[in-house]
């Protein structure tokens, strides 16, 4: 039986000046800029960018593609009147390394009563830990709480639902997914003041994705529509070849995926489209440090309709894509 094509969703318009940011617009040490954090705040749009820096796509091949470490990943900081345009600021603006912690990446933000809460993901010496911090300048950074390992892909819903602040995450549960590799599933947890966390849920299995056949989990944070929450997810797909990287034997797809999610209990979810909304296609999605990686981080819904997707693209670059919000919401079909 033939493997079964996925594309992007029609209604998608990838933006013509993608990628929107690259390591070239950087003004300091940068190799890889992507899987950053989108938002509107205080009349301009705002992003936190992941850079991993200090090995190029030479210094792999000079390995024989075995690979390479990074000097390091931080966090970067950008403004923008337009949401395509970006000024990106002399310094990066948040790093952490020390004995225990290795580094803070993949940034999700979401701007609640004012504040910007931003999630992230954290390596450390004993295991990979999941944050809830704020900022109000994007210079100091407050972490509320981190989660034990491992757990990440968090993200912020616009509000607090029924007096509780809610996040989506994802657990690793390796020993106990019955021997599948990297089965993992979307969660929910809710918590009064954005340091305890609890009443956990399961959102969405790994095997209700049709393009799925690994691991799924959160990607930009959920935005409120009449109908409930429409949210992004990524979901994770082998390739029986290998696919374009830097480095050896990089075999998985990741793909974008839609749903919303119930106003009320956004553990339910009320409908879901049953094939990737953004599916790796060009160039700057398919070749890069991991090829056919697509990785939403920022979803932004306009006055007009139209809701900005920005997401990293082949673990290199960030773009963006623009869709009428009717159009993904009638994508999405009742479960
Ligand atoms: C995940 C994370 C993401 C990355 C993805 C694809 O495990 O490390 O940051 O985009 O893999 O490499």
Redesign the pocket.
């Known amino acids: 039986m033939s493997e079964k094509i996925f594309s992007t969703a029609k209604v998608i318009t990838r933006h013509p000046a993608n990628p929107i940011l690259s390591a070239k617009d950087i003004p300091y040490d940068a190799s890889l800029i992507?899987?950053a954090a989108v938002t509107r705040y205080q009349n301009r749009y705002v992003m936190l960018f992941r850079n991993d820096y200090g090995a190029t796509e030479a210094d792999f091949l000079a390995s024989g593609k075995k690979g390479v470490p990074f000097a390091g990943t931080n966090i970067g900081f950008a403004e923008s009147n337009d949401g395509i345009n970006w000024q990106v600021h002399e310094k990066p603006v948040w790093q952490i390394h020390d004995e225990e912690i290795e580094r803070v990446?993949?940034p999700r933000m979401t701007v609640i009563d004012g504040k910007v809460y931003v999630c992230f993901a954290m390596d450390t010496r004993h295991g990979l830990r999941g944050g809830v911090a704020v900022t109000e300048d994007f210079d100091k950074f407050e972490i509320l709480s981190l989660s034990v390992p491992d757990n990440r892909n968090m993200v912020l819903f616009p509000e607090k639902i029924n007096d509780r602040f809610i996040r989506l995450e994802r657990p690793m549960p390796v020993y106990s997914r019955h021997g599948a590799a990297e089965q993992f599933d979307l969660w929910l947890s809710a918590s009064p003041d954005m340091r305890y966390w609890g009443d956990s849920k399961l959102v969405l299995g790994a095997e209700k994705v049709p393009f799925a056949d690994a691991k799924i989990g959160p990607a930009a944070p959920p935005v409120k529509t009449p109908h409930g929450y429409l949210t992004t997810f990524h979901a994770v797909k082998y390739a029986p070849n290998d696919l374009y990287s830097w480095h050896l034997n990089w075999r998985?797809i990741?793909y974008a995926g839609l749903m919303l999610l119930d106003l009320d209990d956004p553990s339910k979810v009320t409908a879901i489209y049953d094939e990737p909304l953004i599916a790796p296609e060009t160039v700057y999605e398919k070749e890069g440090f991991?090829g056919d990686?697509i990785?939403p981080g920022g979803m932004i819904l306009e006055d007009s309709g139209e809701v900005k997707i920005y997401y990293?693209a082949a673990?290199t670059v960030e773009c963006l894509a623009t869709a009428d919000v009717n159009d993904l919401l009638n994508l999405c079909r009742k479960i």
């Open positions: 992507f899987n990446y993949d998985k990741y991991r990686v990785f990293g673990d």
